[in-house]
C-alpha cells in the first residue's frame, strides 16, 4: 500500500513550491499531482464536511489558509442539481475531485475588460470532472460548476489566495453582466 499523504504534508509541499516557483503555469503542474493524491487518500476527510449551504447551493469548508491569506485549501460540498454561477478566482486554481462527477463549464473573456461591471463569454470547454480528475485555472481562468448527479458531490480545491480576499468577479454569460463574487465559507 502507498504511504498515505496527509493534509499537513500537502500544506507543506505548497508552501515549498511557491517559495521556489514564481510561473503560475509551474506552480498548477507541480500542485496537481500532488492535490490529486491528497484528494484519494482522503483521510482528512470528515462528516462535517458533506454540509452544504441551501441557499448558496454548495458548502465551503477551510482546511487551511496562511496568515496572509495564500495557500488556501478547501473542501467544497455541491448539493444534488445545484451548482456555482461564472466566475473567476483573481488567483489560481487547482480542484481535485473527492467524490462525485462534478461538471465544469470553461469560459473565455471576448471583450477588452474596459466596460465597468460588463464581460462578454463565450463557452471554451465543457466537462464532467470524476473523482482524482484536475480542473486548473491560471489567474483570469473563468468557469462555472454544477452537481447534476442525485447525491452531494465532494472537491479539493487549492488556490494561490483565499477567493474572498481576490476582488473576484461573477458573471451572467447572457446578460454579460459582471459584479463581485463572495461566498459563504462555514
Ligand atoms: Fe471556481
Given at each position: 500500500m502507498a504511504d498515505s499523504y496527509s493534509l499537513d504534508s500537502y500544506i507543506e509541499d505548497l508552501r515549498?513550491?511557491?517559495?521556489?516557483?514564481?510561473?503560475?503555469?509551474?506552480i498548477?503542474?507541480?500542485?496537481?499531482?500532488?492535490?490529486?493524491?491528497?484528494?484519494?487518500?482522503?483521510?482528512?476527510?470528515?462528516?462535517?464536511?458533506?454540509?452544504?449551504?441551501?441557499?448558496q447551493g454548495f458548502g465551503?469548508?477551510?482546511?487551511?489558509?496562511?496568515?496572509?491569506?495564500t495557500l488556501a485549501v478547501f473542501v467544497v460540498s455541491w448539493l444534488p442539481g445545484r451548482g456555482a454561477p461564472t466566475h473567476d478566482h483573481g488567483t489560481w486554481a487547482v480542484v481535485?475531485?473527492?467524490?462525485g462527477v462534478e461538471r465544469n463549464i470553461g469560459y473565455k473573456r471576448l471583450d477588452d475588460g474596459t466596460r465597468?461591471?460588463?464581460?462578454?463569454?463565450?463557452?471554451?470547454?465543457?466537462?464532467?470532472?470524476?473523482?482524482?480528475?484536475?480542473?486548473?485555472?491560471?489567474t483570469g481562468g473563468i468557469h462555472s460548476v454544477h452537481n447534476e448527479t442525485g447525491q452531494i458531490t465532494l472537491s479539493l480545491h487549492t488556490y494561490g489566495k483565499h477567493f474572498n480576499h481576490t476582488n473576484?468577479?461573477?458573471?451572467?454569460?447572457?446578460?454579460?453582466?459582471?459584479?463581485?463574487?463572495?461566498?459563504k465559507v462555514e
Open positions: 515549498q513550491i511557491t517559495r521556489e516557483i514564481d510561473d503560475e503555469s509551474e498548477i503542474s507541480r500542485v496537481g499531482p500532488l492535490a490529486q493524491r491528497l484528494a484519494l487518500d482522503k483521510g482528512w476527510l470528515e462528516e462535517k464536511h458533506y454540509d452544504a449551504d441551501s441557499e465551503v469548508h477551510l482546511l487551511h489558509e496562511e496568515p496572509d491569506h481535485a475531485g473527492v467524490e465597468q461591471a460588463y464581460a462578454e463569454l463565450a463557452v471554451k470547454h465543457d466537462h464532467n470532472a470524476a473523482e482524482g480528475e484536475l480542473v486548473c485555472m491560471k473576484r468577479s461573477q458573471f451572467d454569460p447572457e446578460t454579460n453582466e459582471k459584479k463581485d463574487f463572495i461566498v
